[in-house]
C-alpha cells in the first residue's frame, strides 16, 4: 500500500493526452473578468512564476482563477493541486471560489488549507517516523507553557526569573526557523540563561511521551521527515503537480523549506504575495523569502499585479510614496482606473484625548451625512492603532459619547475558563493518555482529590511508566486512595474508558497493518458508529458533572459559562467527528461571533491586513511610537522597512476616506510625553494630502503658510512639533512662576478643595480667550484672585489656576 493513497495519473510525459488537449480546448469563460496582469498570471501554468500583487489588485481572484484554470485545462486533477495559505478563512475564500467557477469539478481539492491544516493532516500518516502515533494531541500555548514551567521547576530554576513564557518564545522562535534541539547554532544557544537547548531537548522528548505535538512540530515535523526521507518526499513531489502558495512574504524559514523540498521535484510552484505589505517579522516571518524568489527558482516568471480596486488615486498615490523609502524591494506603482475622490486628510492635535474627541466628532458627522457626503455606515469606518494601548482614549471617547463600537483582537471563545475545560474532556476522549488534559480537570468539577491525592497519581504513573490515566486506574485498583476521592475518580476513569470507545466507534479507524490513519481519501467511515460526536460532546459534558457544576454554580458568570458551553456543543455541527473539532480549534483559537448593529471598529495595524473600509482613521503617527522605536533599537533599519510597510498597509486599507493624525503630547503608560510627528508624515506627496491642522498649531505646520513641517533643523521640528517646548512658551511659563512666587507672600483661602489666592490680581479678564496644555482652547467666565473659571470648547467648564494657562492668541490661535 502507497503512503499516498491516490497515484499520479499522468505519467511523467511532458504530451497531453488527447482528453487533455480536448480539455484545454473548450471555453474559459472564468477568464473574461481578468485584466491583462491577472490573465497572465493564471494562463503561465509551466514553471515557477511569482505573482507580485499589490494591494488592492484582486490577487484571490487571480489565484483562485489559475486554480479553476489548471483542473479544467486538464492540467492537473483537483487532488493533484497543492494550495496553501495562513487562514482559515482565506482558505474557505479559496474552495468556495474554485467551486463557483467549476462547479462538482472542483471535488476532491483535498490539499488546500494552512499550513498547519496540511501538514497535519501529513504528520498523522507518517507520525511513526518522527516517534509518534497517528493520534498524537495538538497542544496550545497554554498547556505548552505548564509543560514547560514543569519542566523548570523540576531542573531547580528560578521560574520568575526565568519564566517557561519566555522559554516559550525561544523555543518557537527556534522551530519557525527550523532547528532541532542539535541544529540550533552556537550564538542563539546561549538563550534562557545557557539552558536554552537542554531543555528544549527535554521538552522534544516529553512531547514524544505524551505523544504530542505543538504548532511549531507540525511544520519541523515534516520537514524533517523529507529530509530524513528523500523516498517518501518523492512520491510527495510526483503526487503534487502544482503548488500554490498565498501571502508568500508571510513565510517563516520552516514553511520557506517544506514548499521549496514539494516544489524541488515538477517545479510548478506560483507563489502570490507582496514584499510590501510584510509586516510579521516579529513572529518570524522573512521578507527575504519573497525576494530572493528569482534566485530560488532560476527561470522565474515574475507578474506584477499593479491595478488596484480598491482605493482612490490619492490614497494610492500616498501609499506608494511611503513605500518607496525603502531600500529592499521588488518595486512595483499601483493605479487605479477611477477618477476623483478626496485627497488623504493629515492633521494634529495637542494630546491624545483631543485628537480621540475629534476623531469622534468626525466618526459622527459621518454617519449623519453632514460632512458633505452621504450618510456612511459605522460598520465602514474603522480606526488602526499601532499600539493596543493607543485604544483606550477611544474607547473612553466612544463609552462617554454613546458610539457603539468593537475591539477586533480581544479575549477569544476558545480562551474561556470553562471552554478549555471542556476542550480538556473532549481531548480525553479522543486520546486518554493525554496528561495535560487529564491535571486540567481530574479535580474539575471538585471531586475530594486533594494535592497529596494527585501527587500519588503521577507517583504510580511515574514507577509504572504509564499515562497519569493509566496510573490513576492503577493507584484505585491497587487501593492507595479511598473515601469520596477513589469513588469519584473511579468514575472518572470508567467515564473516559467509555467516552473513548465511543469516539473509536464514531470517527475515523486505524489501520493496524499500515498504522496509519484512515481518513475520507482512503477508506468510508467505520461501520461501528452507534453515536453522533455531538450527542457524545453533551454526554461528556453531563455525565463528567460539569454541566451540573455550573448549574448549581451562584455566581452571576455562571449562566453565561452555561451558555457558552452550548455554544461549544453547537459548533460541533459543522464537523465530521470529535477528533476534526479538536484540530480545527487547536489550529485557528478563533472566535466568529455574529454581532448586531452597526458599530465603528477599533483594531491594530497588524490585524487589519487583508481588511478593507471605506473610511480609515490612523492615530498616533509620532516618531517612537510609529514607526515603533523598539522595533528600530531591535532590528535597526531592518526595523524601520518593516514600520514602513506597516504604514503601506494602513493607507491602503481605506477605499475613500484615510485621516492621518499626530497629537504634540500623549499619557504613554500614565506619563505625559512630548511627541514629534512621524517621519513618515514627511514622506507623504503634499499635493495628494490636505492639510486640516489650523495654521499657526505647529508654528506653520505640515503644508502650512511657512513651508513644509520637518524641512528644518532638529531644534525647528521639535519646536514646531511641541509648542510647549518652544522659547516662547517657556519663557511664559518662567513669568507665571515668578508671578505665582511674588503673590505667595499672601495668605492664602481654601474653596472647594482649591487653594485660592484672594489678593492676587489676574492678567486675564472675564471673556478673554485662553489656552491649557490639556483642556485646549476656552473663554473665562468668572474670576476669583489666580483662579479662573473656565469654559472650554471641548472639555467643558473647569476651574484652573491662571498660571497653566495663556492668552489664545499666544499659542497660536486661530482669529475668532
Not at 486628510?345 to 476623531?359: C, K, M, N
Not at 514629534?676 to 514622506?683: G, K, N, Y
Request: net charge negative; charged share 25%.
Amino acid at each position: 500500500m502507497s503512503v499516498i493513497d491516490d497515484e499520479d495519473p499522468f505519467e511523467a510525459s511532458e504530451r497531453l493526452s488527447l482528453s487533455q488537449r480536448a480539455m484545454a480546448a473548450r471555453p474559459t469563460p472564468y477568464l473574461d473578468g481578468l485584466n491583462p496582469a491577472q490573465r497572465e498570471a493564471v494562463e503561465t501554468v509551466e514553471g515557477p512564476v511569482l505573482m507580485l500583487a499589490g494591494a488592492g489588485t484582486g490577487k484571490t481572484k487571480a489565484l483562485t482563477t489559475r486554480i479553476a484554470h489548471l483542473i479544467f485545462t486538464g492540467n492537473a486533477y483537483p487532488s493533484q493541486i497543492l494550495a496553501v495559505t495562513f487562514t482559515n478563512k482565506a482558505a474557505r475564500e479559496m474552495k468556495n471560489r474554485v467551486a463557483g467557477m467549476l462547479g462538482e469539478g472542483a471535488e476532491g481539492m483535498a490539499w488546500l488549507g494552512t499550513f498547519h491544516a496540511i501538514c497535519v493532516k501529513m504528520l498523522r500518516r507518517h507520525a511513526e517516523l518522527v516517534g509518534l502515533k497517528s493520534n498524537f494531541t495538538i497542544l496550545d500555548t497554554d498547556d505548552q507553557i505548564r509543560l514547560l514551567k514543569q519542566l523548570v521547576v523540576v531542573a531547580g530554576v528560578d521560574e520568575k526569573r526565568w519564566p517557561a513564557r519566555g522559554l516559550a518564545g525561544v523555543i518557537d522562535a527556534w522551530k519557525n526557523r527550523a532547528w532541532t534541539p542539535e541544529k540550533v547554532p552556537s550564538a542563539d544557544a546561549a538563550a534562557y540563561n545557557n539552558r536554552g537547548t537542554e531543555f528544549y531537548a527535554q521538552y522534544q522528548e516529553r512531547l514524544r511521551t505524551l505523544n504530542a505535538v505543538d504548532f511549531g512540530d507540525l511544520l519541523l515535523h515534516m520537514v524533517t521527515i523529507f529530509q530524513n526521507h528523500p523516498d517518501l518526499l518523492a512520491e510527495y513531489q510526483r503526487r503534487f503537480r502544482y503548488i500554490l502558495v498565498d501571502e508568500y512574504q508571510d513565510t517563516n524559514v520552516a514553511q520557506y523549506m517544506w514548499l521549496r523540498l514539494l516544489a524541488s521535484g515538477h517545479k510548478n510552484i506560483c507563489c502570490v504575495g507582496d514584499d510590501d505589505q510584510s509586516i510579521y517579522g516579529w513572529r518570524g516571518a522573512e521578507v527575504g523569502n519573497i525576494l530572493r524568489f528569482e534566485k530560488d527558482f532560476p527561470g522565474a516568471h515574475i507578474v506584477r499585479l499593479e491595478q488596484n480596486y480598491r482605493s482612490t488615486p490619492h490614497i494610492l498615490a500616498a501609499a506608494s510614496s511611503v513605500i518607496a523609502g525603502n531600500a529592499n524591494r521588488l518595486g512595483k506603482d499601483l493605479w487605479t482606473a477611477v477618477e476623483g475622490g478626496e485627497k488623504v486628510r493629515l492633521i494634529g492635535h495637542w494630546d491624545g484625548e483631543e485628537e480621540a474627541r475629534w476623531v469622534g466628532e468626525e466618526i459622527e458627522a459621518l454617519q449623519s451625512g453632514t460632512r458633505g457626503m452621504a450618510p456612511m455606515s459605522l460598520d465602514h469606518m474603522a480606526i488602526l492603532v499601532r499600539a493596543s494601548h493607543q485604544m483606550r482614549a477611544f474607547e473612553d471617547r466612544f463609552l462617554t459619547i454613546g458610539l457603539p463600537y468593537r475591539v477586533i483582537g480581544g479575549p477569544r471563545f476558545y480562551e474561556r475558563m470553562e471552554i478549555r475545560d471542556a476542550m480538556a474532556y473532549f481531548r480525553l476522549a479522543v486520546s486518554p493518555g493525554d496528561d495535560l488534559a487529564f491535571e486540567r480537570i481530574v479535580n474539575t468539577p471538585k471531586r475530594g482529590l486533594g494535592d497529596k491525592a494527585q501527587q500519588n497519581i503521577q507517583q504510580m504513573a511515574r514507577m509504572n511508566g504509564v499515562s497519569l490515566f493509566e496510573g490513576a486506574r492503577l493507584l484505585v485498583e491497587s487501593k492507595g486512595i479511598g473515601g469520596k476521592g477513589a469513588r469519584e475518580l473511579s468514575r472518572l476513569i470508567d467515564g473516559i474508558a467509555r467516552w473513548h470507545d465511543a469516539v473509536i466507534g464514531a470517527g475515523p479507524v486505524i489501520d493496524e497493518d499500515e498504522g496509519d490513519l484512515i481518513d475520507d481519501m482512503d477508506a468510508p467511515m467505520s461501520p461501528k458508529r452507534s453515536v453522533s460526536h455531538i450527542e457524545l460532546a453533551q454526554q461528556i459534558l453531563d455525565e463528567s458533572g460539569y454541566t451540573a457544576h455550573w448549574q448549581n454554580d451562584k455566581t452571576p458568570e455562571a449562566p453565561g459559562r452555561l451558555e457558552n458551553l452550548k455554544e461549544l456543543v453547537k459548533a460541533l455541527e459543522s464537523f465530521d467527528n470529535l477528533q476534526g473539532f479538536l484540530e480545527h480549534v487547536s489550529l485557528i483559537m478563533d472566535n466568529e461571533t455574529d454581532e448586531h448593529g452597526e458599530k465603528v471598529t477599533i483594531m491594530t495595524l497588524h490585524g487589519a491586513k487583508g481588511l478593507e473600509f471605506p473610511a480609515v482613521f490612523l492615530p498616533g503617527w509620532e516618531d517612537g511610537l510609529f514607526p515603533s522605536q523598539r522595533s528600530m533599537d531591535e532590528s535597526g533599519q531592518k526595523g524601520l522597512e518593516e514600520e514602513r510597510r506597516l504604514a503601506y498597509v494602513g493607507i491602503t486599507r481605506a477605499e475613500e476616506l484615510c485621516t492621518i493624525s499626530f497629537a504634540s503630547n500623549r499619557r504613554v503608560f500614565g506619563q505625559w510625553q512630548s511627541q514629534m510627528p512621524s517621519r513618515f508624515v514627511d514622506e507623504l506627496p503634499p499635493e495628494h494630502v490636505e492639510v486640516l491642522t489650523p495654521p499657526g498649531l505647529y508654528g506653520g505646520g505640515y503644508g502650512g503658510t511657512t513651508g513644509d513641517y520637518g524641512r528644518g533643523t532638529i531644534e525647528e521640528r521639535v519646536s514646531k512639533a511641541d509648542g510647549y517646548n518652544s522659547p516662547g512658551w517657556k519663557r511664559l511659563q518662567s513669568r507665571s512662576q515668578n508671578r505665582g512666587q511674588a503673590r505667595s507672600m499672601s495668605q492664602p483661602r481654601e474653596a472647594k478643595g482649591i487653594t485660592i489666592d484672594a489678593t492676587a490680581v489676574s492678567v486675564f479678564r472675564k471673556g478673554d480667550r485662553v489656552f491649557h496644555n490639556k483642556f485646549g482652547y476656552g473663554t473665562v467666565m468668572g474670576i476669583e484672585g489666580d483662579k479662573l473659571d473656565v469654559e472650554f470648547d471641548k472639555a467643558g467648564a473647569k476651574k484652573v489656576v491662571s498660571k497653566f494657562v495663556v492668552a489664545a492668541e499666544r499659542a497660536g490661535d486661530v482669529p475668532f
